[in-house]
């Protein structure tokens, strides 16, 4: 997972003479805090055909990096023509915005580059010397190509539980609830089927105890006539007697549902505040959070301010 990651880079000086400076808004996120300073280069490939004639316009470190969203502009100086071949100054190439962390390059972002002149009778007609002034340059920045890569960050010996961003810990706490759910339909539907087997027995213990009275009445009958309507509340007795106790279990069972959904509630609605009181306290620290930017060389100036989106 990238602790860095660009959101958004606007062309700001599009199109332009050759010999103008390049101006890039970058607005970039960070999630956690940096050890070091971001280094930012912007080069420019001077010929196709090979490595030589590429110049590096402009690096620049910035830091330290704030936790939260920021932006800056980046200011380069134009390449030198005498450095390019003159049969290439007037063409298509590619320019090269990058940005390493402790030298490791992670993302890289390349923009095609049309230069042509100016006028249409040079364009018709080119000139034998390349006439830089009448040549202007169009960024196509609405199609970059955008390549990133796997580095390995501050937190790579520590351990990977204390480094989920917000959006990784609502995704965990949602499957939490979700196990919770299960574990509480499962216990739920374990109690109905504990509630239907006693039902089921007592019934049968009923049957055989009724089978019994039978025939110890059948029995007393032939000795000596006992009196029908004890018999008979004596029964009634009973039977209320099991009803009670089976409405006392079905209601303790209910009351330890509705007990442990309670408790599955509250534990949820628990890491959700502790999740948002995170969130909070690292908004806070990143509003009070400033950039130093420093130059790693070349003159042109870069002006870097902080947005909290």
Not at 88 to 106: D, G, N, P
Request: hydrophobic share 30%.
């Amino acid at each position: 997972m990238s602790i860095v990651s660009v959101l958004g880079i606007n062309v700001l000086n599009n199109p332009a003479k050759f010999m103008d400076p390049y101006e890039f808004e970058i607005t970039f996120e960070c999630l956690e805090p940096l050890k070091e300073d971001l280094e930012w280069k912007l080069t420019y490939v001077g010929s196709s055909r090979s490595l030589d004639h590429d110049q590096e316009l402009d690096s620049v470190l910035v830091g330290p990096v704030p936790v939260g969203v920021n932006k800056f502009i980046l200011t380069a100086d134009a390449p030198s023509p005498e450095l390019i071949p003159a049969n290439e100054l007037v063409s298509v190439t590619v320019i090269l915005l990058t940005c390493s962390y402790k030298q490791r390059e992670f993302v890289r972002v390349g923009y095609y580059v049309n230069n042509e002149y100016d006028q249409e009778e040079l364009r018709q007609n080119p000139p034998a010397k390349v006439q830089v002034d009448h040549i202007v340059r169009n960024i196509l920045a609405e199609k970059p190509r955008v390549t990133r890569f796997n580095i390995v960050w501050d937190n790579e010996d520590e351990n990977p539980d204390d480094f989920y961003p917000p959006e990784q810990l609502e995704e965990d706490l949602e499957e939490e609830d979700d196990d919770d759910d299960d574990e509480s339909q499962y216990g739920a539907s374990e109690e109905e089927k504990e509630d239907a087997d006693d039902d089921e027995n007592e019934g049968e213990g009923g049957d055989e105890d009724e089978g019994e009275d039978e025939g110890e009445d059948d029995t007393e009958a032939e000795e000596v006539a006992p009196d029908e309507e004890e018999v008979k509340e004596e029964e009634e007795e009973e039977e209320e007697k099991k009803r009670r106790m089976n409405q006392n279990q079905k209601q303790t069972s209910r009351m330890l549902k509705e007990g442990s959904s309670t408790m599955l509630h509250r534990q949820t609605m628990m890491k959700k505040m502790v999740t948002m009181m995170k969130k909070t306290v690292t908004m806070i620290a990143a509003e009070k959070a400033t950039i130093t930017p420093r130059r790693s060389r070349n003159d042109p100036a870069l002006h870097l301010y902080r947005h909290i989106l």
